[in-house]
């Protein structure tokens, strides 16, 4: 609004607090309580910022969607792509990765279609944050060196597993190690995932004092099972896992031929290939065993192209 005022142009409000609260917050509290990992970003991205926003633009006359997301959309290189029953049609958008490694969001827009991507431009995706800080104090706008957003963005300074606590009661469990041995205790199974260190309370210190990861989780007997090691053989440590719910932006990509993926936002991108791929389901076969939980976006990546992707089983 600062900008808008300062560039002296139109701005405008709508309130999608109804569709926000159904599709984003409700969806991350059934998923936690179900023991689930949620991603409210990519829900936001799919059903707010690119599903109410976008068509409440259209239906007001406008030709596009300008966000400042990082990343990028290109041609596709192919004037024709196939579909469903070996129908050609024109060819489309490729999303790409943003310029900037350490910004890039394409991750979080994985379930956005060809319909949609038409219709938006994210005009700093091929520039580094560096540079748009510098070229916002160039024309003096008021948030030049205003902090990165972080988190969650509904729950503002609040922390996550706080704000769920108001929703789904505590119960204390306990902390197991590999052998089954206890060592510490929890407040809830379903406020943790696979790969976290903190938020639970280790009471058996060792000698070395090294950090414990969580290796894996029982939310029916609400228990946690924590390791020096997080890739501990008896976790959910997985080479072939199953995703759900899938999008593939412009094509379902080739079984057996070699893509990248990411599980968790800048998280590694990990070797793989798909297996079994169809419209919403497919099978992806990791070169090295991964910590997944169920729940969590898992996106694939052919080089600098978002494919798509799916939701963990």
Not at 188 to 215: C, M, Q
């Amino acid at each position: 609004m600062r900008v808008a005022a300062h560039l002296d142009i139109p701005f405008l409000t709508f309130n999608f607090a109804k569709e926000y609260k159904k599709a984003v917050a409700e969806y991350m509290i059934r998923e936690y309580r179900a023991g689930r990992t949620p991603n409210p970003d990519v829900m936001c991205n799919k059903e707010v910022k690119f599903g109410a926003f976008l068509k409440k633009s259209l239906s007001m006359g406008a030709n596009y969607v300008a966000t400042g997301h990082y990343a990028n959309l290109t041609p596709s290189p192919s004037p024709y792509r196939k579909e469903r029953g070996g129908i050609a049609k024109q060819g489309g958008v490729r999303l790409c990765k943003a310029k900037d490694p350490a910004k890039d969001q394409s991750y979080f827009l994985w379930t956005l279609n060809q319909k949609q991507l038409a219709k938006i431009l994210f005009p700093i995706g091929y520039l580094k944050k560096s540079e748009v800080r510098r070229l916002a104090k160039k024309f003096n706008l008021p948030v030049a060196e205003k902090k990165d957003s972080q988190g969650i963005c509904f729950l503002g300074a609040v922390d996550l597993k706080e704000f769920l606590k108001h929703y789904i009661k505590e119960k204390r469990g306990k902390v197991l190690d590999e052998r089954r041995g206890e060592v510490g205790y929890h407040s809830g199974a379903v406020f943790h995932t696979l790969g976290e260190r903190h938020g639970f309370t280790i009471t058996k210190k060792t000698s070395s004092d090294r950090p414990y990861y969580i290796v894996g989780k029982d939310t029916k007997r609400n228990i946690l099972i924590a390791s020096h090691d997080k890739n501990f053989s008896h976790s959910k440590v997985l080479t072939n896992i199953r995703i759900k719910n899938c999008n593939w932006i412009l094509e379902i990509p080739k079984p057996g031929k070699t893509y990248t993926a990411q599980i968790r936002y800048h998280g590694e991108f990990l070797p793989c290939q798909i297996s079994r791929a169809r419209r919403n389901l497919a099978q992806i076969i990791f070169k090295k065993p991964v910590l997944v939980a169920s729940g969590q976006s898992c996106v694939l990546y052919e080089k600098n192209v978002c494919l798509g992707g799916g939701v963990v089983v």
